[in-house]
């Protein structure tokens, strides 16, 4: 399913017009991305979690060369799904 799709469904399932629907789930991801970009992180009841943690610099090496490398510090993203959701996928 990409954002298009997406769109689609709301648009089924509100009745809107798909321009104000686009509207809607763009304004949606737009908070999400400024949301976690601050640093905070975004819990969505019944789906999950999504958190940006931080990694130190550290020592990599190329799989290729067998070279040792530093690899920068970094922030990632990581999501957690819901105990609600893992029991809905699994029909337990």
Do not use: Y
């Not at 060369?65 to 990632?76: D, H, K, N, S």
């Amino acid at each position: 399913m990409v954002k298009a799709d997406i769109i689609e469904k709301v648009n089924e399932r509100t009745g809107l017009s798909k321009k104000e629907c686009s509207s809607i789930v763009e304004s949606v991801f737009g908070i999400m991305k400024d949301t976690l970009e601050a640093g905070e992180e975004v819990k969505l009841s019944g789906f999950g979690v999504f958190k940006v943690k931080s990694k130190n610099e550290r020592m990599g090496r190329n799989p290729h060369t067998g070279e040792q490398l530093t690899l920068a510090p970094r922030r990632i993203l990581t999501w957690k799904a819901s105990m609600v959701l893992k029991q809905t996928i699994n029909k337990i």
